[in-house]
Nanobody
Framework: QVQLVESGGGLVQAGGSLRLSCVTS????????MGWFRQAPGQEREFVAA????????NYEDSVKGRFTISRDNAKNTVYLQINSLKPEDTAVYYC?????????????????WGQGTQVTVSS
């Protein structure tokens, strides 16, 4: 069974940066597109970014374009999310997920269970 373990969150001031990581175990990491989602208090989980199996294609939710960068290291079974110029509205629990394509992730699909997520809190 595939497990996803997110880390790297924290409390930062607006304008700061964080690098989130998601390590997967089980399955063949390079066979799946990977994505990041977030869920703010009282809101539904939403798509943030996705990356194709080989890393050659990325997709972003409009509000994070230019500030967030998704990347992956298939040798380490890890996907990253570099988040810059943080805003208070970026405060949320961030989750990674996998699916067959970036297009499926972008519309909210995912395979398997969610990880525990990592909390990002941005103070103004």
């Amino acid at each position: 069974q595939v497990q996803l373990v997110e880390s790297g969150g924290g409390l930062v001031q607006a304008g700061g940066s964080l690098r989130l990581s998601c390590v997967t175990s089980g399955g063949i990491f390079s066979s799946y597109a990977m994505g990041w989602f977030r869920q703010a208090p009282g809101q539904e989980r939403e798509f943030v970014a996705a990356i194709s199996r080989d890393g050659g294609t990325t997709n972003y939710e409009d509000s994070v374009k230019g500030r967030f960068t998704i990347s992956r290291d298939n040798a380490k079974n890890t996907v990253y999310l570099q988040i810059n110029s943080l805003k208070p509205e970026d405060t949320a629990v961030y989750y990674c997920a996998r699916d067959l394509t970036t297009a499926r992730l972008r519309v909210g699909n995912h395979l398997g269970s969610w990880g525990q997520g990592t909390q990002v809190t941005v103070s103004s």
